[in-house]
């Protein structure tokens, strides 16, 4: 059992099977999920909208990897029901006892103050209006919590590696 912040908690950032995706080559990505993936084109100039990231969307299970430019996971991505309507909710468990009906205040119980957060409700193009975020540091990562309009749920989570401060590219 880890502690966080003081606190013992029987979780950390690889607790489900996907989680064991962040940082992998997308050649273990078959092996760690049990079936075939199927890994998108991506014009070796990148595209306008992803640069040169890729997403591989397994919606039937409700995730979704972002793959770098050297086919290694950098984030991995679990919705609910309510995030996007072609996505069925994730079925794992979430870190730390924490559900998609957990709220905003339920999350910062458990994990505390977030290194950063946003409350939401800017409209950006092509995005569209911003929902509220925590990301927390947690386990030697990252793990960001994307709510609904009013906190009363989680609509996604998402884990990926600490922003680098020291300079380097990712």
């Not at 409209?123 to 929902?131: A, E, N, S, T």
């Not at 975020?133 to 996604?156: A, L, N, P, R």
């Amino acid at each position: 059992m880890g502690v966080f912040r003081g606190r013992p908690l029987a979780c950390n950032l690889i607790w489900m099977v996907e989680g064991q995706l962040l940082g992998r080559h997308i050649a273990e990505f078959a092996g760690l999920l049990g079936s075939p993936v199927v890994i998108p084109f991506r014009p070796p100039e990148g595209d306008a909208w992803h640069g040169l990231s890729r997403y591989v969307e397994l919606p039937e299970r409700g995730i979704a990897i972002v793959i770098d430019w050297n086919d290694i996971a950098e984030c991995i991505q679990f919705f609910s029901d309510k995030k996007e309507a072609r996505y069925r909710q994730y079925q794992g468990e979430l870190l730390c006892g924490l559900s998609f009906h957990s709220s905003r205040d339920a999350v910062r119980a458990v994990l505390g103050e977030p290194a950063q957060f946003n409350n939401g409700g800017k409209i950006m193009p092509v995005l569209g209006r911003i929902l509220p975020w925590d990301w927390f540091e947690h386990d030697g990562g990252k793990v960001h919590f994307q709510y609904s309009e009013t906190c009363d749920e989680i609509v996604m989570v998402s884990l990926a590696p600490l922003p680098k401060t020291d300079g380097a590219l990712s």
